[in-house]
């Protein structure tokens, strides 16, 4: 598999993923391209990087748009269902504070294990609608061969807050609103749905 949190320097091909937990869009394309086995099949390094989705709309109380609109929150619930369908995984949907929870996706980068992290902690909780209290954050990490315990503590350290400022930074210079949000070079794809129009350009690229 070769979806990875940072650069394989081998690979000339690289994409960047922004993402947050609290959003179930990104677990429908990390889905997809597991499925589709996109990292081999284009030769391409796959970088997720976490961000605070509200911190990308400070005019708006740092809430997303979704969150306070009702007829996006009505349009969300029709189109969860249909990638959903699509792509044949469960969903069912949760809401928590992701601040903790993304500063847990660098800690699991750190002890090599974000991959799979990442993958089993959106299928247990946008899948399967549960929590991610430190209780789930330390038995995720620990199914996928991971120390729970460094995890939580790690969690609090102030290289792990950094690195999520930082990567909030990064986004706003990217123009990122929205996730996920895939760049590719200079070339922005916002949303689940545009991510075939990524593969067009991937293959245009070839």
């Not at 009702?70 to 189109?79: G, K, L, Q």
Request: charged share 25%; net charge neutral.
């Amino acid at each position: 598999m070769r979806t990875r949190y940072l650069r394989d320097l081998t690979i000339m091909r690289k994409i960047q993923i922004y993402f947050d937990y609290v959003s179930p869009f990104p677990y429908f394309l990390n889905e997809y391209i597991l499925k589709n086995d996109v990292g081999r099949r284009y030769d391409l390094a796959i970088e997720w990087t976490p961000v605070f989705l509200g911190g990308l709309h400070p005019d708006n109380n740092h809430t997303p748009l979704n969150a306070t609109d009702p007829r996006r929150m009505n349009y969300s619930a029709f189109e969860t269902k249909r990638y959903a369908k699509e792509l044949g995984v469960p969903y069912v949907g949760t809401l928590f504070r992701p601040i903790p929870v993304l500063r847990a996706g660098i800690a699991a980068k750190h002890q090599g294990h974000f991959a799979a992290f990442h993958t089993e902690l959106y299928r247990r909780t946008q899948g399967q609608g549960r929590t991610p209290d430190d209780s789930l954050l330390a038995d995720t990490i620990r199914s996928v061969g991971g120390d729970g315990d460094l995890l939580l503590v790690a969690m609090q350290s102030p290289e792990v807050k950094k690195e999520l400022i930082d990567n909030a930074e990064c986004a706003g210079k990217h123009g990122v609103f929205g996730v996920p949000f895939v760049l590719y070079g200079d070339e922005p794809f916002w949303g689940y749905s545009h991510f075939p129009y990524l593969l067009r350009a991937l293959d245009d690229a070839k």
